[in-house]
C-alpha cells in the first residue's frame, strides 16, 4: 500500500513513472493499479484478483514478506488462480523466501510461466549502507534512505514496512528487468513491418508450451485442510492424467476497496440497511442500527486508523476493510449467487436438472481480518447459514488456507444435499423485509447482466449466537466465493 509514505509514493507508481515514456515509443500506455489493502493475507485476495486487479492485467504481484510466513501453499494457490485470468500475467513475488522461489523456479521451468521474477526488498542493500560512513557519501539510490515519505508522525511508520527510497529501490528493479523486454520490442518493431504476422498475438506467444490455458501441473504443495472446499484452491487432477490438472470457474464479491467489479452488494437480496451503504463510513453506527437490519461498517481499529490518515490530508490512501456487520437482531440477510461457470449444457431436461449439485462445487465465507475481544463473533458456531432453504450440515473452519496472525478468517459451508438452484425471477426477499434497490434492478432486468431463466444459490446468514453484541464484535461478512463447474 505504501504505508508510512504518500501512496503514489509506492513502488507500483515508481514502475509506471520510469517505463511510461519508453513504453509511449513502443505504442503502449502504461496502466497502474496499486491494489494493495493493508493488513491481508493472500487468501481470500487470491480468489478475487478480477476482482481487485481486472480482467486485463498483464503483470501482478504480492509481498509474501509481510503477513505470509516462510511456507508456499497459499502462494502456489494463488499463482494458479493468477494462471487463469484472461491475459495469463506475469507474476512478481515481493519475497525472496526459498520455499515460493522454488515454486516460481519450477512452474517457470516447465513452461506454465513466462518470466516469474522474485524481487527482494531493502534487505539487499544492507552490506552496502554500511559502506559508507556518512550520508553525503552515499550514491543517490541510498540517500535519505532512512526518511519516509510522508510527514513524520504518518500512521505505518513501523520498522516492517519500507520507506520512501526502498520503494524507489524496489520500483527500479522491477523496471529495469522489465525496460529489457521494452528495448527488445522496440528493436523488432523497427526491424520488422511485418512484426505482429511474424510473432502472434500475445495470447498465442504465451500460451506456446502449455496445450491448453486451463491445464496446470500437479502442485507441488498441499494443504492440511478438513473443509470440504480443498478443489477450490488448487484445482483437481483430470479423470484421465494424474499429472494434469484443472481448476472450476471461481466467483467472488467482496466488500473490500479498491474494487473494480463484483461488489458485494450486488448479490445482496434483503436484510441490508440499504442508508448504511451510503452513510460516510467514519460515522459510528450504534446498537439501534444494528437491531434494524445487517450494515455496511469498519471495525474500530480500521476506523481509528483511517482518522488518524485523515488529520495528514489521507495520503492519497484508497483501501478499506468494509464489510457487512450483524447481530442477532440484525435479522436474516439474504444473497443470491448467480452461476457464472463456463458456459455448457446443464439443462438434461431430468428430474434433477436444478440440483444445486449440477452446478455448483463449494462455497467459502470470509470476515473481517482484525484483531476484537475474545468474546467476538465466532462464525463457525455463532452464524447460521441456509441454502436453498435448507440449515449446511458442516461450516469448517480452514485452517492453513486463509489466515491472518493466527486466525483462521474463512470458513468452508457445506452445500446441503439434495437442495435446488433458484432462478433469477423466482428470486424473493426474506420475510417481512424489503428488497435492496439492486436486487430491485436486477429483478426487473435493470442491471442487463442476468438472463429471468439464470440460476443461482439463495443464501441467507443470520447470526444465531446469542451471546454476540455489537461491543465484544458482531458477526462480519467480507468475502463470498463459490466454485462452479
Not at 486508523?305 to 464489510?323: E, H, N, P, R, S
Request: glycine residues 8%; hydrophobic residues 35%.
Amino acid at each position: 500500500v505504501g504505508r508510512g509514505n504518500h501512496f503514489e509514493q509506492s513502488f507500483p507508481f515508481v514502475i509506471k513513472k520510469i517505463l511510461s515514456e519508453p513504453l509511449k515509443q513502443i505504442g503502449v500506455n502504461i496502466v497502474v493499479r496499486n491494489a494493495a489493502i493493508g493488513g491481508i493475507p493472500s487468501f481470500p485476495y487470491g480468489w478475487c484478483l478480477r476482482n481487485f486487479l481486472g480482467e486485463e492485467s498483464d503483470l501482478i504481484s504480492w509481498d509474501y514478506g509481510m503477513n505470509e510466513g516462510n511456507s508456499a501453499e497459499a502462494f502456489e494457490a494463488y499463482v494458479r488462480h493468477a494462471m487463469l485470468m484472461p491475459h495469463q500475467p506475469m507474476i512478481m513475488m515481493l519475497d525472496d523466501k526459498r520455499a515460493r522461489k522454488n515454486v516460481l523456479e519450477k512452474y517457470a521451468q516447465d513452461g506454465f510461466l513466462v518470466d516469474p521474477i522474485a524481487v527482494g526488498k531493502g534487505e539487499v542493500v544492507k552490506d552496502l549502507l554500511g559502506k559508507y560512513e556518512e550520508e553525503k557519501d552515499r550514491p543517490p539510490g541510498l540517500k535519505e534512505w532512512d526518511v519516509w515519505g510522508a510527514p513524520k508522525g504518518s500512521p505505518g511508520q513501523s520498522n516492517w514496512h519500507p520507506k520512501k527510497m526502498e520503494h524507489e529501490l524496489i520500483g527500479w528493479m522491477v523496471a529495469m528487468h522489465l525496460l529489457k523486454s521494452v528495448e527488445k520490442a522496440g528493436e523488432i518493431m523497427m526491424n520488422d513491418t511485418n512484426w505482429m504476422a511474424t510473432y502472434g498475438s500475445k495470447d498465442e506467444i504465451i500460451t506456446k508450451g502449455n496445450a491448453h490455458p486451463a491445464d496446470l501441473p500437479k502442485p507441488l504443495t498441499s494443504f492440511n485442510s478438513q473443509s470440504s472446499a480443498t478443489s477450490i484452491m488448487h484445482g483437481m487432477p483430470l479423470p484421465s492424467k494424474e499429472d494434469v490438472w484443472t481448476m472450476n470457474h471461481v466467483s467472488c464479491r467482496t466488500s473490500f476497496l479498491p474494487v473494480l467489479s463484483g461488489k458485494m452488494d450486488s448479490i445482496i437480496v434483503s436484510g441490508l440497511v440499504s442508508s448504511t451503504a451510503e452513510d460516510d463510513i467514519m460515522n459510528p453506527r450504534g446498537d439501534d442500527v444494528y437491531k434494524s437490519g445487517w450494515v455496511v461498517d469498519v471495525g474500530q481499529v480500521e476506523r481509528d486508523t483511517k482518522k488518524k490518515v485523515a488529520k495528514f490530508g489521507g495520503l492519497g490512501y484508497i483501501d478499506m476493510k468494509t464489510a457487512l456487520y450483524g447481530i442477532p437482531e440484525s435479522g436474516t440477510l439474504r444473497f443470491w449467487l448467480p452461476y457464472e461457470g463456463q458456459a455448457h449444457d446443464h439443462m438434461h431436461h431430468d428430474a434433477h436438472e436444478y440440483d444445486a449439485d449440477h452446478w455448483f462445487d463449494s462455497l467459502v465465507v470470509c470476515e473481517v481480518n482484525e484483531k476484537r475481544t475474545s468474546d467476538e463473533c465466532k462464525v463457525e458456531s455463532d452464524m447460521t447459514f441456509a441454502i436453498g432453504g435448507v440449515v449446511s450440515p458442516s461450516v469448517t473452519k480452514m485452517q492453513d488456507e486463509a489466515s491472518y496472525l493466527g486466525k483462521k478468517i474463512c470458513v468452508s459451508v457445506k452445500l446441503p444435499p439434495g437442495i435446488s438452484v433458484t432462478k433469477r425471477k423466482d428470486v424473493v426477499p426474506s420475510e417481512g423485509v424489503t428488497l435492496t434497490p439492486h436486487a430491485e434492478a436486477m429483478l426487473r432486468d435493470e442491471t442487463g447482466v442476468h438472463e429471468e431463466d439464470d440460476v443461482g444459490l439463495l443464501l441467507d446468514v443470520t447470526v444465531t449466537g446469542a451471546g454476540v453484541t455489537r461491543a465484544k464484535g458482531a458477526c462480519s461478512i467480507s468475502h463470498i466465493v463459490w466454485e462452479q463447474h
